[in-house]
């Protein structure tokens, strides 16, 4: 298995930009997460993903910022409009049987907004 | 927003020698505690999943413990090599929200 793929790996963009970043998790995985790295407040999740329905979304930290998961091996993080506070690494990760099992993460997408 | 403490922040030692640092965590509604293993310019990889009070795992010369009743875990690393050093993360798991830890950075001088 190829593992957890991301796209962009890098994203250099200017504020007021939209920003997509994509996740192809592992076949066969149920749950999907997104995380953010930031240098302030190390790996937060965003929001995750249970059979393609989002099941807590309390970590998106405002309406410019939105997930999709449109079917089983793909997903969409978008922030629209972007700002520089939004310059992190953002992880998209998988796992199979839930949370009581090891977290696959992605290379990552590193975000620059100036 | 849970409180998940690792400790140290970091911590250099040399080749050869045996480390060992913690993970503390609340003592409630208890799921399960992950650790991964984060090198620079990587993403992170997954050591162990413990679920139990008790456990003990173990992965070549690394190895963790668990103490649900009183929050904490260790991780071990016996006889530290310059390719340990990396950033240690745990994450507990309560209900449906993983929390991760700020990590240990450990590096290991040849």
Not at chain 1, 47 to 52: A, H, K, L, S, T
Request: include cysteine; hydrophobic fraction near 35%; proline fraction near 6%.
């Amino acid at each position: 298995d190829a593992g957890v793929i991301q796209s962009p790996r890098h994203e250099v963009t200017e504020m007021g930009q939209e920003v997509t970043l994509r996740c192809k998790p592992i076949s066969g995985h149920d749950y999907l997460f997104w995380y953010r790295q930031t240098m302030m407040r190390g790996l937060e999740l965003l929001i995750y993903f249970n059979n393609n329905v989002p099941i807590d979304d309390s970590g998106m930290p405002e309406d410019r910022f939105s997930a999709k998961m449109p079917n089983a091996s793909f997903s969409t993080l978008k922030i629209q409009p972007s700002e520089p506070r939004d310059s992190a690494v953002y992880f998209c990760a998988s796992s199979g049987q839930g949370l009581n099992s090891p977290l696959h993460f992605g290379n990552g997408t590193r975000l620059t907004v100036t | 927003i849970l409180n998940v403490e690792q400790s140290p922040q970091s911590l250099h030692v040399q080749e050869g020698d045996s480390t060992n640092f913690t993970c503390s965590f609340p003592s409630s509604n208890f799921y399960a505690l992950h650790w991964y293993r984060w090198e620079t310019a990587k993403s992170p990889e997954a050591l162990f999943v413990m679920t139990l009070n008790g456990d003990e795992k173990k992965k070549g010369r690394i190895s963790a413990t668990l103490n649900t009743k009183e929050g904490y875990s260790y991780l071990y690393i016996k006889g530290s090599q310059p390719e340990d050093s990396a950033t240690y993360l745990c994450a507990f798991l309560a209900g449906n929200m993983l929390t991760f830890g700020g990590g240990t950075r450990l590096m290991v001088k040849p």
